[in-house]
């Protein structure tokens, strides 16, 4: 059994901020997919959701690894590569009732899933999507995926020469009706974030929601320093 220390603070449905964890991370030390999942659980926690109320999907891919690592007591799906959207959709259609949070990475969504994520926005599913970017296939060992920098270089010297797919602008585009972008470094911005993203679908305000948080930029397999340009930038609306 779980073992709780009785001085936990507890939310407004009774629940420990341990009830919304899940397995231990087997990803790398460090890596930014678990600061993004500690994220989603101190969204679920400071909203009183309960675990029960809330469906997770997923793709393939070290992003997709990760519902594992958060929610324990939530419904879950690992789908095929891809296809996390379609399989989400089907879920919704059969029960209106539960709150759904799909898990992608940049290879699941910008790839291969490229066109199931369109279809998402198109279509208006009510659900939170989390995009976990990194630019880069980790989970088959470094290959530039289809959101890395048009320049930049892998850990063998080798420069990208493609551009890269801006999922923020066509979400925009496609009529996503909330859209944040925001580094999986910065815990405190990140929690608020993922927080409206959940708070929109409690209140069936939106219906796609998209999240497209990057990863510590690296150059030649080193961490490069990070600009926080929020207070210079513009609004739009």
Known sequence: PKLHHPT??????????????????????????????????????????????????????????????????????????????????GANLANRELLYLGVSGDGDSASIGLGQFAHAMRRGVNMVYIVENNGVYGLTKGQFSATADRGSKSKKGVLNPDAPVDLIGMALQLGATYVARGFSGDKAHKSVEVTHHIKSMIGVTCKVVVKAPGEIPRSQGKAVRVRDLRAKSTPTT
């Open 8 to 89: 936990l603070k507890r939310n407004k449905v009774g629940y420990t901020r341990r009830d919304y964890e899940g397995r231990v991370s087997t990803l790398c030390a460090g890596c930014g997919h678990d600061s993004i999942s500690a994220a989603i659980i101190e969204a679920c926690f400071e909203l009183d959701v309960q675990p029960h109320r809330l469906a997770k999907l997923s793709g393939i891919g070290c992003s997709s690894k990760t519902p594992d690592y958060f929610l324990g007591a939530s419904h879950g799906f690992n789908t095929v590569h891809g296809r996390m959207p379609s399989v989400l959709t």
